[in-house]
C-alpha cells in the first residue's frame, strides 16, 4: 500500500472576516490570488456558494503546457 502525506497549510490574515470571506469567495478576487506561483495564473472562477452550487477555478501554466480545473 502507498504512503499518504498529508500537508496543512496555514494562513493568518490580519483583515475583517468580511473582507476575507469575499477574497476568498468572489470569483474577480479568486482570479488574483488563486496561483502556486508567478507562472501559473486563473483565468475564470465561477463560485455558487447556495446548496448544491458549484466552485469552479481554472489555472493553467502561462506557458500552455498545463492546466486544472
Do not use: C, Y
Amino acid at each position: 500500500m502507498a504512503q499518504v502525506t498529508r500537508i496543512t497549510v496555514e494562513a493568518t490574515v490580519n483583515a475583517p472576516v468580511t473582507n476575507v470571506w469575499k477574497a476568498w469567495n468572489t470569483p474577480s478576487d479568486i482570479i488574483h490570488w488563486n496561483t502556486p506561483d508567478p507562472s501559473w495564473h486563473t483565468p475564470s472562477s465561477a463560485n455558487d456558494l447556495r446548496i448544491g452550487g458549484k466552485f469552479k477555478n481554472r489555472m493553467e501554466a502561462k506557458d500552455g503546457s498545463f492546466g486544472i480545473n
